[in-house]
């Protein structure tokens, strides 16, 4: 069974000050692996979408990298703003199964 | 370009009552999912779906029931809803023509309490 753990639960950063997210999962044997960013009492929305085959995917601020063979990928978010404070979380697509970290929550102070 | 649209948003059921909750996507996906959302428990998946006509159990079925006649549509039923049941379900559709290599949309939710 896919497991995907995240780190750290939570974290709480000044303005300005650059992001840094991991996600790991323990079956190596991945499709794909998105991040999405969820705001209180919303939805998800999908930030980044990586493929196995690919090493790192950018957008903006945003740029994630995967590591497939150690299980790893981290999500990095340049000069953050109080408007990025949210919960992300990281989903790995397995056989047919899209298996989701418990997420983390991030808080920018103004 | 509606994406994916869960109907109801809100919904309170008492105990024992039934309920279907539907899941409608307009992007062609393969792939369909259900998941509930609880505080600290993170996203875990009920039920999914490899294409019309087929549907498999995720970690927590029980307790769930789900139908997928068309291609489109994606429905979850209670039969005979429990408290424990109250959470946030969220609908994901995702890989059309069964390609992999993109991505998976989600839902806004629906928030149903059991009382």
């Known amino acids: 069974k896919q497991e995907v753990t995240q780190i750290p639960a939570a974290l709480s950063v000044p303005e300005g000050e650059n992001l840094v997210l991991n996600c790991s999962f323990t079956?190596?044997?991945?499709?794909?692996l998105q991040w999405f960013r969820q705001d209180p009492g919303k939805g998800l929305t999908s930030l980044l979408l990586?493929?196995?085959?690919?090493r790192e995917q950018t957008s903006g601020r945003l740029n994630a990298s995967l590591d497939k063979s150690s299980g790893r990928s981290t999500l990095y978010i340049a000069a953050s703003q109080p408007g990025d404070s949210a919960t992300y979380l990281c989903?790995?697509?397995?056989?047919?199964?899209?298996?989701f970290g418990a997420g983390t929550t991030v808080t920018v102070r103004a | 370009n509606a994406g994916v649209t869960q109907t109801p948003k809100f919904r309170v059921l008492k105990t024992g009552q039934s309920m279907t909750l539907l899941c409608a996507q307009d992007m062609n996906h393969e792939y369909m999912y259900w998941y509930r959302q609880d505080p600290g428990m993170g996203l875990r998946l009920i039920h999914y779906?490899?294409?019309?006509?087929?549907?498999a159990k995720g970690e927590v079925p029980d307790g769930y029931n789900v139908s997928r006649l068309k291609k489109q549509n994606f429905l979850l039923g209670l039969e005979s809803a429990a408290p424990s049941q109250t959470s946030v379900y969220f609908c994901?559709?995702?890989?059309?023509?069964?390609?992999?290599?993109?991505?998976?949309?989600f839902g806004q939710g629906t928030r149903l309490t059991v009382v």
């Open positions: 990586i493929q196995s085959s690919q």
């Open positions: 989903a790995v697509l397995g056989d047919y199964k899209l298996s």
């Open positions: 079956d190596s044997a991945i499709y794909n």
């Open positions: 994901a559709s995702g890989y059309p023509d069964r390609g992999k290599g993109t991505e998976a949309f």
């Open positions: 779906s490899v294409g019309e006509g087929t549907t």
